[in-house]
């Protein structure tokens, strides 16, 4: 049924807007809807893309390969009523299931409250899109540590210091178990992020991409820290991973990033630790939490035809006791920037050295597309 709805959504679309010539630029939105009276907007827009992977295993010499659809989405936003309160859906067509439905209310001044299943306020990779990487996919520390989606409620204020300094402060009260829970909540996830830039905005809400693709005219910085405190987590990594069975346990997230881009080159730092409260992060049925700490580098240089280098350390250090092994990943890649994020290629070679086990080779090509 979410297929075929799916496709109805799109032919729908499509038929609707076919006989008019549209003034809205490519990457800008499939369909963007404006009511007379200023009463309701939105944006629709649908993106995929396409991958392959292949990995080269050290141990036996041994090649294997893939070709598939990596991500295909529906996404859109607008505002109802006044343009106070607005809201942002996403769905994901590959896999059929919602990403994203999130109401937000600026209800005083530098203040909004959203209410809903989104993003929390986690690690600064994780708050990119995907849509908008430096390489082709997220680094291990996301796959391992990321707060990744949620429902509940959200609050988030701005102030300034001076004339540049900016302050960011974003609270979430929600579920705990991640996307997409229909059953009651085994206990709450609580989260607070603090944002610092001492040099003012980035251009064009460039924070929260990771190439500099506004070229920076002056040095852009933001500091950041992360604190999750997941009650009774009922997943191996909070809000993501298995479900656990046996005796639960409550989980500490403490992550820690900066972002900085001027003129064409662009880094950022992320540090990622979890820790089990109270208790042994291995259940008397042998179930484990994945705890320990993480960090992940990574910066780019992009050139004046749009050609981009970038590079990425990646290292993973969960505790002894769970019995995971230790991760060291070298990535390099590049990108060329056709109309932006919107239509770009990329590609990366990697290698992943896991303790106890052999090297991998990893070589991924991935094209993105995006009305």
């Known amino acids: 049924m979410k297929k075929y709805f799916t496709l109805l959504f799109v032919s729908f ?5 076919a006989q008019n010539i549209t003034n809205t630029p490519f990457g800008k939105g499939l369909i963007n809807v404006f009511a007379k009276d200023s009463s309701w907007s939105t944006k629709v ?16 010499s041994s090649f294997s390969d893939k070709a598939y659809v990596r991500r295909a989405r529906i996404k859109g936003s607008g505002n109802v009523f006044n343009p106070k309160i607005s809201y942002k859906f996403e769905y994901d067509v590959a896999n059929g299931y ?26 600064i990779e994780r708050v990119f899109s995907s849509q908008k990487l430096q390489l082709v996919d997220r680094s291990l520390l996301n796959s391992r540590f990321t707060l990744d989606r949620d ?25 705990g178990e991640g996307l997409n829970q229909t059953g009651t909540s085994t206990g709450n996830g609580y989260t607070a992020r603090l944002e610092l830039l001492p040099f003012g905005k980035f251009t064009g809400k460039g924070d929260y991409f990771a190439s ?33 069975i046996g005796t639960l346990r409550d989980l500490q997230n403490i992550q820690a990033d900066a972002h900085f881009k001027y003129k064409g080159v662009s880094f950022f730092g992320e540090y990622a630790n979890r820790k089990v409260m109270g208790g042994s992060p291995v259940n008397e049925l042998n179930e484990i939490y994945y705890t ?12 004046k035809n749009n050609w981009e280098l970038a590079g990425r350390f990646t290292q993973l250090n969960p505790e002894n006791i769970t019995g995971f092994n230790n991760v060291n990943q070298y990535t390099l890649g590049f990108s060329k920037y056709v109309v932006g994020h919107n239509l770009k290629i990329q590609g990366d ?6 303790a106890n086990k052999d090297d991998l080779l990893l070589i991924r090509l991935q094209t993105e597309f995006n009305f």
């Open 349 to 354: 070679i990697g290698i992943t050295q896991e």
């Open 212 to 244: 500099d693709l506004k070229r920076e005219k002056t040095p852009k910085l933001m500091l950041s820290l992360t604190y999750d405190y997941n009650d009774d987590a009922s997943r191996s990594r909070g809000q993501k991973g298995d479900y656990m």
């Open 98 to 123: 919602v990403l994203d439905a999130v109401l937000k209310w600026n209800f005083a001044g530098n203040w909004t409250v959203w209410f809903g299943q989104t993003k929390l306020p986690g690690n």
């Open 151 to 175: 429902a509940g409620f959200q609050l988030r204020h701005h102030f300034k210091i001076g004339k540049n300094f900016i302050v960011r402060e974003k609270f979430a009260v929600s579920q």
């Open 13 to 17: 679309s499509f038929l609707s807007f």
């Open 292 to 303: 320990g700490s993480a960090l992940n580098l990574q910066a780019g240089y992009l050139f």
């Open 45 to 60: 827009a649908f993106r995929f893309q396409t991958r392959y992977d292949g990995t080269y295993d050290f141990s036996d």
